[in-house]
Nanobody
Framework: QVQLVESGGGLVQPGGSLRLSCAGI????????MGWYRQAPGKQRELVAS???????NYADSVKGRFTISRHNAKKMVYLQMNSLKPEDTAVYYC?????????WGQGTQVTVSS
């Protein structure tokens, strides 16, 4: 059974940085493209970054140049380095497949950007 566990969120001031981690447990994680999504209150979940098995990355325009996605296949981990954070980045962040997300989403990790 596939399980995704996100961590690393928190409260940060505008302009600050956070690094999110996603652990793939009991999964074929290392042979899957992966992505980071976020869902802000009252809004739909959106894909903000993705990384292919080979390391090719894509970003939503709203985070391009500020966020960096990376992965460590042997550790079954995906990371999201978030710099120059803005209040509009406030959301719950999730990891999952970027095109065919599995039904069992993780609990997510809350990121709050506020002064």
């Amino acid at each position: 059974q596939v399980q995704l566990v996100e961590s690393g969120g928190g409260l940060v001031q505008p302009g600050g940085s956070l690094r999110l981690s996603c652990a793939g447990i009991g999964s074929t994680f290392s042979i899957s493209d992966m992505g980071w999504y976020r869902q802000a209150p009252g809004k739909q979940r959106e894909l903000v970054a993705s990384i292919s098995i080979g390391g090719r990355t894509n970003y939503a325009d709203s985070v391009k140049g500020r966020f960096t996605i990376s992965r460590h296949n042997a550790k079954k981990m995906v990371y999201l380095q978030m710099n120059s954070l803005k209040p509009e980045d406030t959301a719950v962040y999730y990891c999952n497949h970027p095109r065919f997300p599995i039904p069992s989403w993780g609990q997510g990790t809350q990121v709050t950007v506020s002064s």
